[in-house]
């Protein structure tokens, strides 16, 4: 006979904190997900010489680049920082804020990008949304985070 398959899920087969078996990696937020792909996108598209010729280069790309992945990092240590802890959790918090700041500062660069027609409307649609989506995100969880948070909930004054 064959042998027993092993299972997806948690189990005998598995190792805590490895992919299960069969797949690449571990499932990650879905906001870290959508940042990575603004990033990627970010620089592949002030990458291009055809939208952003030399002169922008140290101007407005390197600008586009860092913001971008400026999101990523401010998200990641987001991720890493405990809300349990009464030391992380400001610096917690200062990350979150960093990562909106970060995101309206992309948008800001990217509308820049299409008043000075270095990209078509259809790009700045795209782009917008993604890097718009990335913050409505970021800021749920900042909310969300604010009303899980110890101490940080809203006082309830008896009222109904």
Request: net charge positive; hydrophobic share 35%.
């Amino acid at each position: 006979m064959g042998q027993a398959r092993r299972s997806r899920g948690s189990g005998p087969g598995t190792v805590p904190g490895q992919p299960p078996y069969g797949q690449k990696k571990l499932p990650e937020m879905q906001v870290l997900t959508k940042a990575k792909e603004l990033e990627l996108h970010s620089i592949r598209k002030s990458d291009s010489s055809k939208c952003y010729p030399k002169k922008y280069r140290f101007t407005l790309v390197s600008r586009i680049q860092d913001e971008a992945l400026n999101i990523t990092d401010a998200l990641l240590e987001v991720n890493d920082l405990l809300l349990s802890d009464e030391i992380e959790r400001p610096m917690r918090f200062r990350a979150h804020r960093s990562a909106l700041r970060a995101c309206r500062k992309l948008l800001r660069l990217i509308e820049l990008s299409h008043d000075l027609g270095r990209i078509d409307d259809d790009a700045f649609a795209y782009w917008s949304t993604m890097a718009s989506d990335v913050r409505n995100m970021a800021a749920a969880w900042y909310k969300s985070d604010m009303r899980r948070a110890p101490g940080t909930a809203p006082k309830q004054d008896g009222r109904n």
